[in-house]
């Protein structure tokens, strides 16, 4: 059968943007029918991508050709939550209409901003993904507060460096050291293993992993730290305490590029591995070691992840972390410093895409992570303003993802609520929908789509026929803007019309004028990517004193200097455990969590448990295991897994509901806690109880 090789991005909600190539099979002459999705591969040619993709993209094609796809408009006639089997097709003029007048209805009975368009990062590209708030701001919705993954790493990042971008991703190959910090890139992010494997290859390079338990990476490490949930900031701390002691501090660097080297200094003086060992539970030898091989190496290099920062104290943790090249002088060397996430990297002017010019600041902002507060009425969230009676949903799942599931559920269950979803298969929030539309994928629409590993800005071409009457969230959205009656120019524009005058308009080059292959590599000189020409601070130094009061709220329980803040749920008696939710090999989020090969992967929803505590409860290895905390329980298989502390217990997932006895996954006990100082979901900061189920 015929076949071609044409250029992609990777949309889903990963920091690797994977440059792609994808097969295209074209049909025999005598089929009817459009082209269909054979392999895909990483490009080659982008040299982030190295020619590498993780296995359930590379297996695309049965997401892309799964039987379950929406294929036409749905309207519920059913029960809430029983699946395809409670809806009726419809024609997409009577669902769009169907849509427009109930959110007119909500917003004739209690305002506009009852009405919370609610989205995510299902894709990351910019048009698809953001294009909701055009509509939100032309017809005065209420705000989203996107908080859900990134709003406490951010936080910690900027507090230090000023700006969401780092060392650009290949150079890891030129360092002599790597630390993959509170992250697991063998099963998330498989490029920067690629990056690691040369420097390691070609350099001899070291390899460090901190993380609460043996993931994939860290098996692969020549040191593994694994503290307890929420105590990294404690590590941090005394790793820089050993760096000052003993002379690994570059006091000519700070003095140039830091603010206060002194206050630190002096700061950290109680700080030391024998406090840091109390709280982290690490030996105190092993945080001197990992201190003396982090500052004798001049190379070193820091890759951040984000599972440290989804804690209470997240924030905090992951400024301490980022502190460490600034105590060292690494920013200043080739394959040296640190990178959390390049999506600073490129401005982009998000006013067409996004209608920042009908943004008004008044208009109320509601908490992603706390939907489940927010829909059953909490007055912290709602304030002054009306209940949501109406959610219109794109590119997330939040009755599986978001925390503290009972309420999630609750809220979606009300008999007042109109809810819409636009999603490419019947999840469980789908389920929970009036009217279900069914959306293309990537390789089915355009978009244009930034990378947080990387420095590259991609374009995306739909390369497949849309499936069935599938449409794509640009479309639903000029769809309801005109039933709606919203005036936007936006509206008005094709998905490349936007992205072409969206370049343009940001100083970069149009769609036509856009490398070959639609790959544009905006990396910085060497000077600006490594902070030489000054960190992008107001003064243009590293700050060791962060400004907490200038980043969130709820500043007051964070030190200046980086600590250890002891804000996190650290149980008690009753609740001993710490469990952390921590992200799958073959789910991403809950994409992926229904196909085939994923599914046969990973098994069943698992927690691994150190086996003297499995042996305590008089469980081994397949038992069933009680998992609770106040907010309910649930139960899973038990695994022994001795590669992290006794009191740490890890739940991969995440599992869509459904996959546990009792029809509620793991989110039931993680909280809707917001983290410091400007929220963002906490889900690896839970104390649990385990009993025999
Ligand atoms: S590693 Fe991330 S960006 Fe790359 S193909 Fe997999 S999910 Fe997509």
Redesign the pocket.
């Known amino acids: 059968m015929p076949l071609d090789i044409v250029p992609s991005v990777?949309?889903?909600d990963?920091?690797?943007?994977?440059a792609?190539d994808v097969e295209r099979i074209k049909p025999a002459p005598a089929k009817a029918g459009g082209y269909s999705l054979g392999r895909?591969r990483?490009a080659v040619a982008q040299d982030y991508?190295l020619g590498v993709?993780?296995a359930?993209?590379?297996r695309y094609a049965e997401r892309q050709h799964h039987p379950e796809r929406l294929s036409q408009p749905l309207r519920r006639v059913g029960e809430k939550g029983r699946g395809v089997d409670a809806f009726r097709p419809i024609s997409w003029d009577d669902a769009l209409d169907e849509v427009a007048e109930a959110l007119t209805h909500a917003t004739q009975r209690h305002g506009a901003e009852t009405v919370w368009p609610y989205y995510y990062a299902g894709t990351m590209g910019l048009v698809q993904r953001d294009g909701i708030n055009r509509l939100r701001h032309a017809m005065r919705y209420s705000r989203e507060d996107l908080t859900i993954c990134n709003a406490l790493s951010d936080a910690g990042w900027c507090a230090g460096v000023g700006a969401k971008r780092g060392v650009d991703g290949r150079e890891i190959a030129k360092s002599d050291l790597i630390v993959v910090w509170g992250g697991n890139p063998v099963s998330?992010?498989?490029?920067v293993m690629t990056h690691i494997a040369a420097a390691r290859r070609e350099r001899g390079a070291k390899l460090v992993v901190v993380d609460p338990y043996r993931t994939a990476t860290a098996a692969r490490a020549d040191l593994h730290l694994a503290p307890l949930p929420g105590t990294d900031g404690a590590l941090a701390c005394a790793v820089m305490h050993v760096l000052f002691k003993e002379g690994y501090a570059d006091r000519a660097y700070m003095a140039r590029y830091t603010d206060d080297p002194a206050g630190l200094e002096a700061h950290l003086k109680i700080r030391d591995p024998a406090w840091a060992a109390a709280i982290t539970g690490l030996p105190k030898d092993e945080i001197v070691d990992f201190a003396r091989l982090y500052g004798s190496t001049r190379r070193s290099y820091i890759r951040v992840g984000y599972g440290f920062s989804r804690s209470r104290n997240g924030s905090a943790q992951l400024f301490a972390v980022s502190c460490l090249p600034a105590v060292t002088g690494a920013w200043a060397h080739e394959g040296g410093g640190a990178l959390y996430s390049n999506l600073g990297l490129v401005e982009i002017d998000h006013t067409l895409i996004e209608g920042l010019d009908r943004l008004d600041p008044s208009i109320r902002m509601l908490d992603q992570s706390r939907i489940g507060p927010v829909l059953t009425g909490d007055a912290r969230d709602l304030g002054n303003g009306p209940p949501v009676t109406a959610l219109f949903v794109q590119n997330t799942n939040p009755m599986v993802v978001a925390p503290e599931s009972r309420l999630v559920h609750r809220g979606f269950a009300r008999s007042d609520l109109f809810v819409c979803v636009h999603e490419q298969f019947m999840t469980e929030t789908a389920a929970m929908a009036d009217i279900v539309l069914p959306a293309t994928t990537f390789l089915e629409h355009d978009d244009l789509y930034l990378g947080g590993a990387h420095t590259y800005l991609q374009l995306g071409r739909a390369v497949l026929p849309a499936h069935a009457e599938c449409r794509s969230n640009h479309d639903v959205i000029n769809g309801l803007a005109t039933r709606l009656g919203a005036h936007h120019p936006g509206f008005a524009m094709s998905a490349v019309e936007l992205i072409d005058r969206t370049l343009r308009l940001s100083g970069l080059p149009g769609v036509a004028d856009f490398p070959q292959g639609g790959r544009l590599d905006c990396c910085p000189p060497f000077a600006t990517g490594h902070f030489l020409d000054g960190f992008p601070q107001p003064d243009r130094k590293f700050h060791f004193r962060a400004d907490w009061r200038a980043i969130g709220p709820q500043y007051a329980r964070l030190p200046a200097f980086p600590d250890h803040v002891a804000a996190i749920d650290d149980g008690d008696p009753e609740r001993p455990f710490r469990l952390v939710a921590a992200p799958s090999r073959s789910f991403?989020n809950t994409s992926f969590n229904n196909t085939p090969s994923s599914i046969a992967r990973e098994g069943r929803p698992t927690a691994l448990v150190h086996p003297e505590a499995l042996k305590e409860l008089r469980l081994a290895d397949g038992d069933r295991v009680r998992i609770g905390n106040r907010q309910g329980n649930l139960v899973v298989h038990a695994r022994g897994f001795a590669g992290m502390q006794k009191r740490v217990v890890i739940v991969e997932g995440l599992w869509p509901n459904h996959a546990f006895e009792e029809g509620i996954g793991i989110n039931l006990l993680t909280s809707a806690d917001p983290g410091l100082p400007r929220g963002g979901a906490v889900f690896h900061d839970t104390s649990v109880w385990l009993s025999p189920a």
């Open positions: 990777c949309p889903h990963c920091p690797s943007a994977c792609l895909v990483g991508t993709v993780c359930k993209v590379s998330t992010q498989i490029n991403l």
